[in-house]
Structures are given as structure tokens and as C-alpha cells.
């Protein structure tokens, strides 16, 4: 069974900028239950239909299937009235990868970090940019944003 265990952080500044290139994610769904989350996901010419259960406010169960792109669009298009637009940067520090997103549209101006972990209590270095940990703030999940954007709180 696949679990992914991530903390999250709002991101303070522009230090982060330039470690990286930036790659975009369109991400729609189709739920948004705290519970559970069933997101379709383009990138580039790949695709996943994503279902994630919630185990802890850390940690979810997460399955996730790679579809044809032409699906994916289709299922957005047709099905997903929430959607979230944004470029990923992959920044590897301190032997873990720090995925940092940019938000666009009506989350313009939001800018966060997240690190996947391999247990709910590995120790891990913050880099100097990180500002404070919205781990525990269901706002600031991907599937919450979908439906309620930044701009709008």
C-alpha cells in the first residue's frame, strides 16, 4: 500500500528562485473530501488519475495511475470543475527534494514547499526560505484551493 507522508510550508522571498527550473502542473478534480481527494493531473505528455485517503493530517494513502494525456484532458475538461494551475520547482537539498509550487489563476501570489518523508518523524533541514508550516492548515492543500481559492480569502 502506498502512503505519502509530506510537511508543508508558505515560502518567504525569492531566494529560492534560480535553483531550479519550473515545470507546469494542471491538476483538476473531481473530489475534495478531507478524507478523500480523486485528482486527474497533466504534465507535459504525461498523466495520472490520483485517489488519496487521509490516514493523519502527515500522512494519506495515495494511488496513482498513469492515463493517456487525451483522457486526462477529456476528464478535466468535461468533469472537473476545480482546477489548479501552477509550475513546480524540484529543489534537492539536504538529501530530499523540496518541491516548491507557484500558483496561478485564482491563487495567484501563493507560493509554497513541501517535502515528502520516509516516517511522520525524520529530521530534516529548512532551508532559509521557508516561512511558516501550514501542514496542519487544510487550506493550503492542492484539493482546498481547487475549490476556494487564495484570492478569495
Known amino acids: 500500500m502506498a502512503v505519502e ?3 508543508r ?16 502542473y494542471r491538476q483538476g478534480y473531481l473530489s475534495v473530501e478531507k478524507e478523500r481527494t ?18 493523519s493530517e502527515i500522512s ?32 534537492e537539498l539536504g538529501g530530499f527534494v523540496w518541491e516548491v509550487d507557484e500558483f496561478f489563476g485564482e491563487n495567484a501570489g501563493l507560493v509554497l514547499a513541501e517535502i515528502e518523508l520516509p516516517s511522520e518523524d525524520t529530521p530534516f533541514d529548512k532551508p532559509a526560505w521557508l516561512g511558516e508550516e501550514v501542514t496542519f492548515d487544510g ?11 487564495f484570492s478569495r480569502w
Not at 486527474?40 to 485517503?53: I, N, S, Y
Not at 495515495?62 to 513546480?88: G, H, N, S
Open 5 to 7: 507522508i509530506e510537511r
Open 9 to 24: 510550508y508558505r515560502v518567504n522571498g525569492e531566494a529560492w528562485r534560480g535553483l531550479a527550473e519550473g515545470v507546469r
Open 38 to 55: 480523486v485528482r486527474v493531473r497533466v504534465v507535459g505528455e504525461q498523466a495520472w488519475l490520483t485517489l488519496k485517503g487521509q490516514i
Open 60 to 91: 494519506r494513502h495515495e494511488f496513482e495511475y498513469t492515463i493517456p494525456v487525451a483522457e486526462a484532458q477529456t476528464i478535466m475538461d468535461a468533469m472537473c470543475p476545480m482546477v489548479v494551475d501552477k509550475l513546480r520547482y524540484r529543489i
Open 139 to 149: 487550506r493550503f492543500t492542492n484539493a482546498y484551493l481547487s475549490k476556494n481559492p
